[in-house]
């Protein structure tokens, strides 16, 4: 009861739960049951008395399902039920081998053995704590330390990294000093009072598709993508799309609408976040473009009048699970209008650039790997394309040379307080630099790594799963779940074997989705130059909104935030808040949405 409370409003549709000697399994629904439509999600099974908890939305269920001989999904076969049965075919084999979005639990009474499970991408959330032999565990820290063994007690060090703005610092962190999170493509083992964990899948580097020409390479990466975009528009319940002018988000909309168009349904809903007019905003106008092409019900999200038509935002800083979360405003916008139009599922492009892209310095990996001419080409497309400028032949030779020299990528500025810890208090400025270090290390490719190989290891990295987790923990706040054609796994695997050339050329990143789309939508919006967001748009809204009601929160609380904060950011940032009109600083954000979580969490008062 305690732990469901603690995940509301994951529980709406009310709590299931099992128990038995040795452990105990609950799963809440996020809607109430319907009758027909009920996913089944907490199974227990005889004779073996196996028991299932689950969130999970398998992918190739037909092809699991004759790989264990049984009848395909049409027949009544349940993700579920193809879990168990690939469970006791393979055992703990059996998860590499599952496909899709998925978190489990699975209690194996006759081994007395719990194992919990995340997907290679980590699009469902996993955290524990295991103490004194006991295992607890819940799709979120809240909820883990909401149970009677699991101090509810602050990580100081994750409040240090918010400030310094490290969220994607490992794979396992939480603002809780006894809870973790599973890392994605793992799964843990717990037995005799005993936790291990252990790595089920790595993204490996295989550019085997050197032969064929750029038509073949074009139609066989649409018909993987339209499938994955297929298999996510799959039921139950009605699924929109977030659209911003973005390249990836384009793709999926554009192919989705197309399926739409042609299974005669009604058209996709899209929903977009837009500031000012098409004339003022880059981003809007790309927005404009797509919507126009017709075939979408879109819906779209001012900026400047969001406040006034979405109260269940003004307290967001408050109810997120971390902190970072408050930084998406916008999406927040995005799924409760989503909410509101009854819908339960969203299509979603993040992380298309680690997928279908390669690491910002490719043209000094060519370099490095014998080819000047592509290189220097590639450079100078780069540069006119992504950072719409003039190549520089001194900006090149520095590149080179740090390709060139042992170790010259990773050489970087000395750590400094004033730098890189400017909002923390002297007694932490040790621990905070000693995490920018630490980082900085999570996020660099490894050196001695080839291009396609550093394309790879990115996949993986920490700061591609924390987004994920972000709008995961998000679209739980608002009964939304999101879903990512790109991170599906067949179709990642199918990029990485991709050679670099299909993947970028000319300095265009993401070539084939970009002939993708160019086939589709306006060639303005295929062959768009550089990048922009309207997120920090969204976020100020929400700040000067409230500006009354933060300034109190800062005075009340700052004997509290001064433990963590230097007084001078304090100060500053009160000052702002005082300032007509309100200029809005990332200062001001971290340290306003910092107090507002502690407060609501009772870590400071």
């Known amino acids: 009861g305690a732990m469901a409370k603690a995940m509301s409003p994951r529980a709406r549709g009310g709590l299931v739960t099992w128990s038995g000697p040795g452990a105990a399994l609950g799963v809440m629904r996020s809607q109430p049951a319907v009758s027909g439509a009920e996913v089944d999600r907490l199974r227990a099974q005889r004779p073996d008395g196996l028991v299932l908890a689950s969130e999970l939305r398998l992918a190739g269920q037909d092809a699991l399902a004759r790989s264990l001989g049984l009848s395909a999904r049409g027949e009544g ?25 998925f978190a489990f639990a699975l209690w194996d009474p006759g081994h007395r053995r719990l194992v919990l499970a995340r ?14 032999g006991r295992l607890v565990f819940a799709s979120t820290a809240r909820g883990v330390v909401a149970h009677e063994s699991v101090p509810a007690v602050l990580d100081p060090l994750r409040v240090v990294d918010f400030l310094s703005e490290l969220e994607a610092i490992d794979h396992s962190s939480t603002f809780f000093k006894e809870v973790r999170r599973l890392p994605p493509a793992h799964y843990a083992v717990f037995e005799s009072g005993r936790l291990r964990l252990r790595r ?38 009605p699924v929109a799309a977030l659209l911003s002018g973005g390249l990836d988000s384009a793709g999926l909309v554009a192919l989705a609408r197309d399926q739409r168009r042609e299974a005669g349904e009604a058209p996709l809903v899209t929903l977009s976040g837009v500031s000012g007019t098409a004339g003022e905003c880059e981003e809007t106008r790309y927005i404009h473009q797509i919507i126009d092409a017709d075939g979408l019900d879109a819906t779209r999200i001012g900026s400047a009048t969001v406040m006034a038509h979405r109260p269940e935002l003004h307290d967001l800083a408050e109810r997120v699970d971390e902190p970072f979360d408050s930084l998406m405003t916008l999406v927040a916008a995005m799924y409760a209008n989503a909410n509101e139009r009854g819908i339960r599922a969203v299509l979603d492009g993040i992380d298309g650039d680690l997928v279908m892209a390669l690491p910002e310095a490719y043209p000094f990996y060519l370099l490095r790997d014998g080819h000047p001419v592509q290189s220097w080409r ?15 032949t001194l900006r090149f030779l520095r590149g080179a040379l740090g390709a060139l020299l042992p170790g010259g990528w990773r050489r970087r500025a000395p750590l400094t307080a004033a730098a890189d810890a400017p909002l923390v208090a002297p007694s932490w400025v040790g621990a905070a630099l000693e995490r920018v270090a630490r980082e900085r290390e999570a996020s660099s490719i490894p050196g ?27 679209g739980a706040l608002f009964d939304i779940e999101a879903r990512r054609p790109i991170m599906d796994r067949d179709f990642v695997e199918f990029c990485l074997s991709l050679p670099w050339n299909l993947r970028l050329r000319d300095g265009w990143s993401k070539f084939l989705l970009r002939r993708l789309v160019a086939q589709r939508l306006p060639a303005e919006v295929a062959w768009r130059r550089g990048s922009s967001h309207l997120g920090w748009d969204f ?28 007084h001078g950011a304090l100060d500053r940032v009160i000052k702002e808040l005082q300032s007509q009109p309100l200029p809005v600083s990332d200062e001001l954000r971290l340290l306003v949405d910092l107090a507002a979580w502690l407060e609501h969490n009772g870590f400071v008062s």
């Open 378 to 392: 590639e450079y100078r497309g780069q540069a006119r394309h992504y950072y719409c400028r003039r190549p520089g």
């Open 448 to 474: 001695g790594l080839g291009l396609c190989e550093a394309a790879a290891w990115r996949v993986s990295a920490p700061y591609a799963s924390v987004g994920i987790e972000r709008y995961e923990r998000l």
């Open 200 to 237: 089920y899948w790595a993204p490996q580097a295989n550019p085997a598709r050197a032969g064929g020409s750029d038509a073949q390479a074009l139609a066989e990466f649409t018909e993987r993508l339209d499938a994955s975009v297929q298999e996510c528009l799959r039921g139950p319940g």
């Open 77 to 101: 076969i349940t993700d579920e039920s193809l879990l168990l049965a690939a469970w006791r075919r393979w055992g703990e084999a059996c998860i590499e081998r599952l496909r899709g979005v």
């Open 119 to 132: 997907d290679v991408f980590g699009q469902r959330p996993l955290a524990y704590a295991c103490r004194e």
């Open 539 to 566: 976020n100020v809204a929400r700040l000067r909104h409230g500006r009354e009601e933060q300034l109190e929160r800062l005075q009340r609380c700052r004997g509290g935030l001064e433990e963590w904060v230097a």
